[in-house]
Protein backbone atom coordinates (compact mmCIF):
# COMPACT_ATOMS: atom_id res chain seq x y z
CA UNK A 1 0.00 0.00 0.00
CA UNK A 2 1.33 3.73 -1.25
CA UNK A 3 0.83 6.63 0.08
CA UNK A 4 -1.04 9.13 -2.22
CA UNK A 5 -1.15 12.38 -0.49
CA UNK A 6 -0.79 14.32 1.99
CA UNK A 7 -3.21 17.23 2.10
CA UNK A 8 -2.25 19.74 4.50
CA UNK A 9 -3.97 23.57 5.73
CA UNK A 10 -5.40 23.05 8.18
CA UNK A 11 -4.17 24.81 11.72
CA UNK A 12 -4.50 21.53 14.26
CA UNK A 13 -5.55 18.48 14.62
CA UNK A 14 -7.85 17.08 12.17
CA UNK A 15 -11.03 14.29 13.75
CA UNK A 16 -13.02 13.39 10.64
CA UNK A 17 -12.77 13.00 7.15
CA UNK A 18 -15.03 11.63 4.70
CA UNK A 19 -15.03 11.05 0.75
CA UNK A 20 -18.14 12.09 -1.51
CA UNK A 21 -19.62 9.34 -3.50
CA UNK A 22 -17.44 9.99 -6.47
CA UNK A 23 -14.34 9.55 -4.70
CA UNK A 24 -13.19 12.87 -6.31
CA UNK A 25 -13.83 15.03 -3.06
CA UNK A 26 -12.45 14.67 0.59
CA UNK A 27 -14.20 16.74 3.30
CA UNK A 28 -12.33 17.17 6.45
CA UNK A 29 -12.74 18.71 9.74
CA UNK A 30 -11.16 19.18 13.33
CA UNK A 31 -10.21 21.10 16.22
CA UNK A 32 -9.58 24.76 14.15
CA UNK A 33 -13.23 24.70 13.32
CA UNK A 34 -13.06 24.60 9.62
CA UNK A 35 -14.89 22.50 7.33
CA UNK A 36 -12.72 21.89 4.19
CA UNK A 37 -13.45 19.99 0.98
CA UNK A 38 -10.04 19.14 -1.28
CA UNK A 39 -9.58 18.26 -4.85
CA UNK A 40 -7.37 15.45 -3.61
CA UNK A 41 -5.62 14.55 -6.79
CA UNK A 42 -4.29 18.16 -6.69
CA UNK A 43 -4.19 18.97 -3.41
CA UNK A 44 -5.80 22.24 -3.74
CA UNK A 45 -8.57 22.57 -0.93
CA UNK A 46 -10.93 25.50 0.01
CA UNK A 47 -13.14 26.42 3.56
CA UNK A 48 -16.47 25.55 2.44
CA UNK A 49 -18.11 26.36 6.35
CA UNK A 50 -17.37 26.72 10.00
CA UNK A 51 -17.99 25.99 13.35
CA UNK A 52 -17.42 27.77 16.31
CA UNK A 53 -16.29 24.73 17.88
CA UNK A 54 -14.15 22.05 17.14
CA UNK A 55 -15.45 19.68 14.00
CA UNK A 56 -16.21 15.46 15.09
CA UNK A 57 -18.13 14.38 12.62
CA UNK A 58 -19.17 14.45 9.29
CA UNK A 59 -21.58 13.21 6.86
CA UNK A 60 -22.25 13.39 3.18
CA UNK A 61 -25.12 13.19 1.19
CA UNK A 62 -25.53 10.19 -1.45
CA UNK A 63 -25.69 12.69 -4.34
CA UNK A 64 -22.85 14.42 -2.54
CA UNK A 65 -24.61 17.68 -2.98
CA UNK A 66 -24.98 18.24 1.14
CA UNK A 67 -22.09 17.71 3.78
CA UNK A 68 -23.65 18.23 7.03
CA UNK A 69 -20.95 18.76 10.31
CA UNK A 70 -21.51 17.93 13.68
CA UNK A 71 -19.21 19.79 16.53
CA UNK A 72 -18.70 20.48 20.08
CA UNK A 73 -20.90 23.91 19.49
CA UNK A 74 -23.78 22.02 19.87
CA UNK A 75 -24.83 22.61 16.17
CA UNK A 76 -25.07 21.24 12.84
CA UNK A 77 -24.44 22.94 9.97
CA UNK A 78 -25.57 21.45 6.49
CA UNK A 79 -23.37 23.20 3.71
CA UNK A 80 -23.55 23.04 -0.35
CA UNK A 81 -20.46 21.22 -1.22
CA UNK A 82 -20.77 23.38 -4.36
CA UNK A 83 -20.30 26.83 -2.09
CA UNK A 84 -23.87 28.26 -4.07
CA UNK A 85 -26.24 28.74 -1.48
CA UNK A 86 -25.75 29.58 2.62
CA UNK A 87 -24.91 27.12 4.83
CA UNK A 88 -28.19 25.93 7.20
CA UNK A 89 -27.48 25.76 10.94
CA UNK A 90 -29.66 23.09 12.76
CA UNK A 91 -29.63 23.87 16.71
CA UNK A 92 -31.51 22.39 19.46
CA UNK A 93 -28.66 19.42 20.93
CA UNK A 94 -27.39 20.42 24.02
CA UNK A 95 -23.86 20.56 24.43
CA UNK A 96 -21.61 18.11 21.65
CA UNK A 97 -23.38 16.66 18.68
CA UNK A 98 -21.23 13.92 18.05
CA UNK A 99 -22.11 11.91 14.75
CA UNK A 100 -24.55 12.75 11.57
CA UNK A 101 -26.16 10.56 8.43
CA UNK A 102 -28.68 11.37 5.83
CA UNK A 103 -31.28 9.79 5.44
CA UNK A 104 -30.91 7.88 2.15
CA UNK A 105 -33.19 10.12 -0.01
CA UNK A 106 -31.42 12.82 1.38
CA UNK A 107 -34.10 14.87 2.96
CA UNK A 108 -33.44 14.11 6.68
CA UNK A 109 -30.58 14.10 8.98
CA UNK A 110 -30.09 12.01 11.76
CA UNK A 111 -27.71 13.63 14.70
CA UNK A 112 -26.57 12.09 18.09
CA UNK A 113 -25.32 14.27 20.82
CA UNK A 114 -24.07 14.51 24.29
CA UNK A 115 -27.73 15.16 25.86
CA UNK A 116 -28.40 11.17 25.14
CA UNK A 117 -30.86 12.30 22.23
CA UNK A 118 -31.52 11.29 18.84
CA UNK A 119 -32.88 14.08 16.62
CA UNK A 120 -34.15 13.87 12.92
CA UNK A 121 -34.08 16.75 11.22
CA UNK A 122 -35.83 18.19 7.58
CA UNK A 123 -32.53 18.96 5.86
CA UNK A 124 -33.96 22.08 4.50
CA UNK A 125 -34.11 23.27 7.99
CA UNK A 126 -38.01 24.12 8.06
CA UNK A 127 -39.87 22.46 10.90
CA UNK A 128 -38.99 20.68 14.04
CA UNK A 129 -36.71 17.65 14.93
CA UNK A 130 -38.45 14.08 15.74
CA UNK A 131 -36.68 13.74 19.10
CA UNK A 132 -36.08 10.14 20.17
CA UNK A 133 -35.35 9.55 23.96
CA UNK A 134 -33.94 6.54 25.62
CA UNK A 135 -30.24 6.55 26.08
CA UNK A 136 -28.93 7.25 29.29
CA UNK A 137 -26.33 9.29 28.28
CA UNK A 138 -24.41 10.41 25.36
CA UNK A 139 -24.72 9.13 21.93
CA UNK A 140 -21.88 8.82 19.85
CA UNK A 141 -23.09 7.18 16.39
CA UNK A 142 -26.53 6.96 14.43
CA UNK A 143 -27.43 4.95 11.20
CA UNK A 144 -30.37 4.91 9.21
CA UNK A 145 -31.95 1.33 7.63
CA UNK A 146 -31.26 1.68 4.21
CA UNK A 147 -34.83 2.10 3.52
CA UNK A 148 -35.06 5.03 5.75
CA UNK A 149 -37.96 3.71 7.90
CA UNK A 150 -35.25 3.25 11.13
CA UNK A 151 -32.97 5.02 12.81
CA UNK A 152 -30.25 3.55 15.29
CA UNK A 153 -28.33 5.27 18.04
CA UNK A 154 -25.25 3.43 19.66
CA UNK A 155 -23.30 5.16 22.82
CA UNK A 156 -22.09 5.38 26.56
CA UNK A 157 -24.80 3.42 28.10
CA UNK A 158 -24.10 0.70 26.57
CA UNK A 159 -26.90 -0.07 24.67
CA UNK A 160 -27.85 -0.29 21.34
CA UNK A 161 -31.38 1.53 20.42
CA UNK A 162 -33.67 1.36 17.40
CA UNK A 163 -36.74 4.24 16.25
CA UNK A 164 -39.19 4.24 13.88
CA UNK A 165 -38.24 7.24 12.25
CA UNK A 166 -42.14 8.76 11.68
CA UNK A 167 -43.54 8.90 15.22
CA UNK A 168 -42.43 9.32 18.57
CA UNK A 169 -42.17 5.41 20.40
CA UNK A 170 -40.01 4.01 22.58
CA UNK A 171 -37.23 2.15 20.68
CA UNK A 172 -36.45 -1.41 20.44
CA UNK A 173 -33.37 -1.75 23.01
CA UNK A 174 -30.50 -4.43 22.36
CA UNK A 175 -28.26 -3.91 25.94
CA UNK A 176 -26.32 -6.52 27.70
CA UNK A 177 -22.70 -6.09 25.90
CA UNK A 178 -21.16 -4.82 29.02
CA UNK A 179 -18.85 -2.02 26.80
CA UNK A 180 -19.72 1.01 25.43
CA UNK A 181 -20.94 0.95 22.16
CA UNK A 182 -18.79 3.08 19.65
CA UNK A 183 -20.89 2.93 16.57
CA UNK A 184 -23.42 1.38 14.48
CA UNK A 185 -24.17 0.36 10.77
CA UNK A 186 -26.94 -1.44 9.17
CA UNK A 187 -25.77 -3.46 6.09
CA UNK A 188 -26.85 -2.35 2.45
CA UNK A 189 -29.64 -5.03 2.81
CA UNK A 190 -31.28 -3.45 5.78
CA UNK A 191 -31.98 -6.08 9.07
CA UNK A 192 -28.28 -6.91 9.81
CA UNK A 193 -26.29 -4.63 11.99
CA UNK A 194 -23.00 -4.08 12.68
CA UNK A 195 -21.61 -2.78 16.50
CA UNK A 196 -17.95 -1.76 17.50
CA UNK A 197 -17.80 -1.67 21.47
CA UNK A 198 -15.23 -0.47 23.98
CA UNK A 199 -14.03 -4.21 24.65
CA UNK A 200 -12.36 -4.58 21.70
CA UNK A 201 -14.80 -6.76 20.13
CA UNK A 202 -17.38 -6.47 16.65
CA UNK A 203 -20.94 -7.97 16.94
CA UNK A 204 -23.10 -8.86 14.28
CA UNK A 205 -26.81 -9.09 15.00
CA UNK A 206 -30.06 -9.62 13.01
CA UNK A 207 -33.07 -7.10 13.88
CA UNK A 208 -36.12 -8.57 12.27
CA UNK A 209 -38.68 -5.82 12.29
CA UNK A 210 -36.05 -3.84 10.36
CA UNK A 211 -36.24 -5.66 7.08
CA UNK A 212 -37.85 -4.20 4.34
CA UNK A 213 -41.82 -4.22 5.00
CA UNK A 214 -42.33 -7.05 1.86
CA UNK A 215 -40.18 -9.97 3.58
CA UNK A 216 -41.45 -8.96 7.18
CA UNK A 217 -44.99 -9.37 5.96
CA UNK A 218 -44.42 -12.54 4.24
CA UNK A 219 -42.56 -14.21 7.71
CA UNK A 220 -45.96 -13.26 9.46
CA UNK A 221 -47.91 -14.88 7.13
CA UNK A 222 -45.51 -17.97 6.84
CA UNK A 223 -45.99 -18.21 10.85
CA UNK A 224 -49.21 -17.48 11.17
CA UNK A 225 -49.55 -20.62 9.00
CA UNK A 226 -47.49 -22.82 10.92
CA UNK A 227 -45.22 -22.94 8.08
Do not use: Y
Not at 28 to 43: H, P, Y
Amino acid sequence: MGLVSVLRGHEKEVWTAAFDSSGRRVFSGGVDGAVRSWDWSAGTNRVLDRHDGEVVGLAVSRDGRRLASAATDGTIRVADTGGETKPVVLRGHERVVWSAEFSPDGRRLATGGQDGTVRIWPVSGRGEPLVLRGHQNMVWSVAFSPDGRWVAGTGHDGTARIWRTDVVAPPMTVDGFAATVESVEFSPEGPLLATAHGDGTVRLWRCTACEPIDDLLTRVDRRFAGE
